[in-house]
């Protein structure tokens, strides 16, 4: 079966730079949820897209931000890199059909690496 | 809002002998409650979910969880462990309520001996 697919897979980045990360959703996906997993730690939320329509914000810095576009794929577009944003990046996504209970799927994740 | 302690940072089991992974929830809502499994290096997959169904789940691999409303507990158990069970394991609370995300424990660290 198709899984959520994240791009790309590792990343090593300098600080103070910009780092963009993709997520396409399991086909007939329509909701997509971005989390961070810093070393040692449990995942935390960070924003959701319904519809291409921001649903949710959780713990997500003002350098960061994402869309989602008409395919459902989203991005998670992260500036001014600092070395505490070294983590592993999860993007999920589930139908939201049956509303926000619906299990979520998450993509094998995308590890940066700030320098 | 909602919250998830699990009881046990690290458990070690021998091989072919019982896991127990203990969870236990808060939640102002009635709550969809999963396990998800990490392997290192590797993603979060989902071993089994309740959504106010039946209280005894059956997930992969042999694992299975009882949700208990009295004790607010979702325990995560398997018969019998295997080499390849050693991973991290979550428990996972989902309330609803208009809140996308979800809410993870900070994880139990299963080890299997040989």
């Known amino acids: 079966a198709a899984g959520v697919i994240q791009s790309p897979r590792h990343l090593i980045k300098e600080k103070r730079e910009t780092a963009t990360l993709k997520c396409y959703p399991i086909?007939?996906?329509?909701?997509v949820y971005w989390y961070q997993q810093g070393p040692g730690q449990d995942p935390q939320f960070l924003i959701s897209f319904y519809e291409k329509m921001q649903s949710d914000k959780g713990s997500i810095p003002d350098r960061f931000s994402a869309q989602q576009f008409s395919d459902y794929h989203s991005e998670l577009n992260m500036s001014s890199l600092e070395l505490g944003d070294s983590a592993l990046y999860f993007c999920a996504s589930s139908p939201r059909g049956a509303g926000v209970r619906d299990t979520q799927y998450f993509g094998p994740g995308t590890r940066l690496t700030v320098l | 809002a909602q919250s998830v302690t699990q009881l046990d940072s690290h458990v070690s089991v021998s091989e072919g002998t019982p896991v127990l992974l203990r969870c236990n929830y808060s939640?102002?809502?009635?709550?969809?409650l999963f396990w998800y499994v990490q392997h290192p290096n590797k993603g979060l997959q989902l071993l089994l979910k309740y959504t106010s169904a039946a209280t005894l789940v059956k997930g992969i691999n042999g694992f299975e969880a009882e949700f208990k409303k009295s004790e607010t507990s979702f325990h995560l158990t398997k018969p019998s462990a295997h080499m390849s069970d050693a991973a991290e394991y979550f428990c996972v609370v989902s309330s609803g309520g208009g809140a996308d995300g979800l809410t993870f424990g900070k994880g139990t660290h299963l080890i299997i001996q040989p």
């Open positions: 086909p007939r996906h329509d909701t």
């Open positions: 939640s102002s809502y009635s709550p969809s």
